[in-house]
């Protein structure tokens, strides 16, 4: 059984139906996450048994980019969906994550915000060192 799923939050058309393509053509499930399940638990969205929908809907505001976020992926098949996304075009996407047992119970907002924190500090991190390399 397959149990590869991919939760897609905030893609244009074009790139959603390159990304379908591929799941598809690799048997990976995917959701379109609404704006308004931004707020419900990562786990629910996916199915995964013990973690409950809130039934809250969300009415802020869109993410300001895309997000991919990915279940049931071993190294090697993580890695060929990865490659398979560029070759068909769909670019670069900046914010992706894997569900853990840490965050499978955070909300689609928590979780967008912890990877912007988390490349700013890489982006830090890089200048910093880059800083150190040239003096």
Request: hydrophobic residues 40%.
């Amino acid at each position: 059984m397959n149990n590869s799923v991919a939760l897609l939050y905030n893609f244009d058309e074009e790139k959603l139906k390159m990304i379908k393509m591929v799941c598809m053509m690799m048997q990976v499930r995917f959701k379109e996450v609404a704006r308004a399940e931004y707020e419900q638990p990562l786990g629910a969205l996916l199915g995964i048994s013990g973690i409950e929908n809130h039934g809250e809907v969300y009415q802020g505001e869109e993410f300001q980019e895309e997000m991919l976020v990915l279940h049931g992926f071993d190294g090697s098949k993580l890695q060929k969906f990865l490659i398979a996304l560029q070759r068909v075009g769909v670019g670069r996407i900046e914010l992706k994550a894997m569900i853990t047992e840490n965050n499978k119970s955070w909300n689609g907002l928590a979780l967008y915000e912890e990877l912007c924190q988390e490349r700013e500090a890489f982006k830090k991190m890089e200048a910093e060192r880059r800083n150190k390399v040239q003096k």
